[in-house]
């Protein structure tokens, strides 16, 4: 069964989406992350972009900024990383607080932990 042009590139749309919202919902899990396996993340990514232009014209790639951005945002030092967190309301308090999490440690303090966790918990009060 042949499936028309314009319905074949609203399936690879939603599929597109899904993974890329897959892909956070991923990188979000991780429990603790170097440099260098942000690094690898962004090289994945830029991997699985590749063999996407291959397989379909859509262009540009669906939430495509969405992964790329929650990626860059792990170098983000402690005051911009809280202005991002204002910034970024897309994210869940999951992931945003995952991000914070594993960047304790690594250029984080457990004081800007908190401070930042707070800063998403202020965020996530008015959902309630």
Not at 10 to 25: F, K, M
Not at 62 to 90: G, Q, S
Not at 100 to 117: E, F, T
Request: glycine share 2%.
């Amino acid at each position: 069964v042949r499936i028309p042009l314009p319905v074949s590139n609203i399936l690879w749309e939603h599929c597109i989406r899904l993974a890329n919202r897959t892909l956070v919902e991923g990188y979000a899990n991780v429990k603790k992350c170097s440099n260098e396996g942000r690094a690898l993340m962004q090289l994945d990514f830029q991997q699985f972009l590749m063999k996407l232009e291959k397989l379909t014209d859509i262009r540009p790639i669906p939430d495509k900024e969405f992964v790329e951005t929650y990626i860059k945002a792990y170098y983000l030092t402690e005051n911009d990383m809280e202005c991002w967190i204002k910034e970024h309301r897309e994210y869940s308090t999951k992931q945003l607080t995952n991000l914070v999490n594993v960047c304790l440690g690594s250029h984080i303090n457990k004081k800007a932990r908190q401070k930042l966790l707070a800063a998403i918990d202020d965020i996530d009060r008015p959902k309630r």
